[in-house]
């Protein structure tokens, strides 16, 4: 099993920024793509970003030019960096993961989620 642990959250004012950080551990061979996404209550989740390798990213048009997603292989481990939040990005963010245990099996992952609030 994989286990994703999120950390970074927070409340912020419009204009500020944030670092969102990720985390997998367990049983872990390799991992393909790595992604974020957000939800609002009452609202389907949305992807935000996702990075198979530093050349190989996408973003949602809301976020482009804003957000910066990027990973660290050595330490299995991917951020979301956040900058000129607005109110409309308060959401809870999701991590989620591809990865192939050590079992050689394949399967996604989500990660227990934290809350980024946008408000002044």
């Known amino acids: 099993q994989v286990q994703l642990v999120e950390s970074g959250g927070g409340l912020v004012q419009p204009g500020g920024s944030l670092r969102l950080s990720c985390a997998a551990s367990?049983?872990?061979?390799?991992?393909?793509?790595m992604s974020w996404y957000r939800q609002v209550p009452g609202k389907q989740r949305e992807l935000v970003a996702g990075?198979?390798?530093?050349?190989?990213?996408n973003y949602a048009d809301s976020v482009k030019g804003r957000f910066t997603i990027s990973r660290d292989n050595a330490k299995n481990t991917v951020y979301l960096q956040m900058n000129s939040l607005k109110p409309e990005d308060t959401a809870v963010y999701y991590c989620?993961?591809?990865?192939?245990?050590?079992?050689?099996?394949?399967?996604?992952?989500w990660g227990q989620g934290t809350q980024v609030t946008v408000s002044s």
């Open positions: 989620s993961a591809y990865a192939q245990t050590t079992g050689r099996t394949w399967s996604g992952y």
């Open positions: 367990g049983s872990i061979f390799t991992i393909a793509q």
């Open positions: 990075i198979l390798s530093e050349r190989d990213t």
